[in-house]
């Protein structure tokens, strides 16, 4: 009887894998009540940390989450509402963005913005989003109640 015969395949891996120091940190930032949570809990692993912002009562999530091969860190942040006229909570917030969470169960300071948009309140929402890239890391907007908005006769070219 012939023994079947055996393939090999290939696969090319990066060497340099984001992984560990490298690991790229993802903030996801917005106004309140705009579903940051939301696609926390859905992106999170098992693994969840919590914790506060220094000298504040701020509560912070932050877990790891896979993409392909790569991981990446992911942080829910407090709330935002403006980085002008700051009141205490968009202070503390301010500061994380901008030096990240010192210490044991802390992170690092974010590379990439992630901005929850409610779609049925665009114009607050995008007054932050102008706010936000005036700290010169990249910002991905993530539109959140499409259908909410649809359903109230607003319509948005996302491509656009």
Avoid: W
Avoid at 38 to 48: G, H, K, N, P
Avoid at 64 to 87: F, K, N, W
Avoid at 100 to 108: E, L, R, V, W
């Amino acid at each position: 009887m012939n023994a079947p015969a055996i393939h090999e395949a290939r696969v090319a891996v990066p060497a340099n894998l984001l992984r560990g120091r490298r690991r790229p940190q993802i903030a996801l930032v917005g106004l309140p009540h705009t579903g940051k949570s939301t696609i926390f809990q859905a992106a999170s692993s098992t693994e969840v940390q919590s914790g506060r912002l220094d000298g504040s009562a701020l509560h912070f999530d932050a877990c790891r989450v896979e993409v392909g091969l790569e991981q990446a860190s992911l942080v829910d942040l407090p709330p935002l509402r403006t980085l002008h006229d700051l009141e205490e909570t968009d202070h503390q917030v301010l500061m994380a963005l901008l030096g990240g969470q010192p210490g044991d169960g802390g992170f690092k300071v974010p590379d990439v913005l992630i901005q929850v948009v409610d779609a049925t309140a665009l114009e607050r929402n995008l007054a932050l989003s102008q706010e936000l890239c005036q700290l010169g890391k990249p910002l991905v907007i993530a539109l959140n109640r499409l259908d909410e908005a649809r359903e109230k006769g607003i319509y948005i070219n996302a491509e656009a």
